[in-house]
């Protein structure tokens, strides 16, 4: 009897230990747009280690604080917080305890947008000319707020033009498939990715009829901090306007850039010539600044052409070449864009329909996309602590190789979903 009650005991003191014990990560919510503690907004902690599974959820309180209990403290996670249709992402590595995220108040307009840089990138591929678009955009709304509509941000492309792909990544976010959709006016797009506070960037890439050459003419809608242009060094540009300079060859690459262009401004340029991107730009080997705005390697003295566009540009080669390998891997034959995200790190809007795992339970086409969209994010934060010295190659090595894994479970996943 005594041994008995001795047992008991001692599992009774167990699991008081255990639950005393349990590891948790604890953290604040804060709205940005407001200034004030996030109430009642529910948090999500997602574990890497089974993919992107759902481990625990809670509440935020009266001050904006929660704590979520993490079942294997041994794992990497993410603590998502869904706020007025856009998903908020802090990544929670191994070992973390605390979280802060802050969220955003959506908006159909916002009341200052600025274009920081917009890039365009050039290469032949046989009779066609391949070009690469990209946007710098700053969301400085006051107070900030995430714009988010159907229609966030508008784009022309030129006549013939046949659109391939597009993605968009948010302020330190993993760009993700964001595919604009027509308006209804000729060559007329828009894109419906929530546009954040902060820098994201928007790409297209679209091919056109080539015989040698073609002519450019553009005309922004909203001031543009600096153009740039990007072709290989085969290839021959010109223009009339005094406004392009040529700056400091990139990556193999010609460059030539314009500032300070205002709105209505009608700029014209010709590129003309064959050439492919050279193997420095197509591995996206471009380092990263060391903070935003700053420039690479030890300063010579000499004034930068560029100015902070450079970095732009880097960062627009390394947006093309990261988001091709996700294009490349989900790319179908023969198949149409997909549609715009509405949601951005949030999913895709979907038919309902439900698509077999062979691994798991059944999953929607949406939360599918979310656990993607998430994993990229995710990617592209230890890309970028790497970048910048935040993190020991042993630790980066071993979560980048479970990171690995993931994704490309999740893309046999859904391209597995596709097929059915």
């Known amino acids: 009897m005594r041994i008995a009650r001795r047992i008991i005991w001692i599992a009774v003191c167990l699991s008081v230990s255990t639950t005393l014990f349990a590891a948790k990560i604890t953290g604040k919510v804060t709205n940005g747009t407001t200034g004030k503690p996030a109430v009642g907004e529910e948090v999500v902690l997602l574990s890497l280690a089974q993919g992107m599974e759902e481990t625990s959820r809670t509440k935020t309180g009266p001050d904006g604080a929660f704590t979520l209990d993490v079942p294997d403290d041994r794992a990497q996670h993410l603590v998502r917080v869904a706020h007025q249709g856009v998903n908020y992402f802090r990544p929670a590595p191994q070992g973390t305890a605390s979280v802060e995220i802050t969220i955003y108040d959506s908006a159909k307009s916002i009341d200052h947008l600025v274009a920081d840089g917009r890039v365009f990138r050039f290469q032949t591929l046989g009779n066609e000319l391949e070009v690469?678009?990209?946007?710098?955009?700053?969301?400085?709304?006051?107070?900030?707020?995430?714009?988010?509509?159907?229609?966030?941000?508008?784009?022309?492309?030129?006549?013939?033009?046949?659109?391939?792909?597009?993605?968009?990544?948010?302020?330190?976010?993993?760009?993700?498939?964001?595919?604009?959709?027509?308006?209804?006016?000729?060559?007329?797009?828009?894109?419906?990715?929530?546009?954040?506070?902060?820098?994201?960037?928007?790409?297209?890439?679209?091919?056109?009829?080539?015989?040698?050459?073609?002519?450019?003419?553009?005309?922004?809608?909203?001031?543009?901090?600096?153009?740039?242009?990007?072709?290989?060094?085969?290839?021959?540009?010109?223009?009339?306007?005094?406004?392009?300079?040529?700056?400091?060859?990139?990556?193999?690459?010609?460059?030539?850039?314009?500032?300070?262009?205002?709105?209505?401004?009608?700029?014209?340029?010709?590129?003309?010539?064959?050439?492919?991107?050279?193997?420095?730009?197509?591995?996206?080997?471009?380092?990263?600044?060391?903070?935003?705005?700053?420039?690479?390697?030890?300063?010579?003295?000499?004034?930068?052409?560029?100015?902070?566009?450079?970095?732009?540009?880097?960062?627009?080669?390394?947006?093309?070449?990261?988001?091709?390998?996700?294009?490349?891997?989900?790319?179908k034959p023969g198949a149409e864009p997909a549609r715009a995200s509405a949601g951005g790190a949030a999913a895709r809007s979907s038919s309902g329909k439900q698509v077999a795992s062979k691994s798991g339970p059944r999953v929607t086409p949406q939360s599918q996309d979310t656990v993607l969209d998430a994993l990229k994010e995710e990617l592209f934060q230890l890309e970028t602590d790497k970048a910048m010295g935040k993190i020991s190659p042993q630790d980066y090595a071993s979560a980048k190789a479970g990171l690995d894994t993931l994704f490309k479970r999740h893309m046999k996943r859904d391209s597995d979903g596709a097929q059915k």
Do not use: C
Not at 198 to 213: F, T
Not at 301 to 322: D, F, H, K, Q
């Open 132 to 331: 690469s678009e990209t946007y710098v955009l700053q969301n400085q709304s006051q107070p900030p707020r995430t714009w988010m509509d159907d229609r966030t941000f508008e784009i022309t492309l030129p006549e013939g033009a046949k659109l391939e792909d597009a993605m968009a990544a948010g302020p330190g976010g993993m760009p993700i498939s964001s595919t604009p959709v027509p308006t209804g006016k000729p060559n007329h797009y828009a894109f419906a990715y929530p546009l954040r506070p902060g820098r994201s960037q928007l790409q297209v890439i679209y091919k056109l009829p080539y015989a040698g050459s073609h002519d450019f003419r553009l005309t922004p809608e909203i001031s543009l901090a600096e153009l740039g242009i990007m072709l290989p060094k085969s290839m021959s540009f010109k223009s009339g306007d005094s406004a392009f300079l040529p700056a400091n060859e990139e990556d193999g690459m010609t460059v030539f850039v314009a500032k300070n262009i205002a709105p209505s401004q009608a700029l014209s340029f010709t590129v003309s010539g064959e050439g492919a991107a050279p193997r420095e730009a197509q591995s996206g080997g471009a380092q990263a600044p060391a903070a935003p705005g700053g420039g690479l390697g030890t300063p010579t003295g000499t004034p930068e052409p560029l100015g902070n566009t450079r970095w732009y540009i880097l960062g627009s080669v390394a947006l093309v070449m990261t988001g091709f390998v996700i294009w490349m891997v989900r790319r």
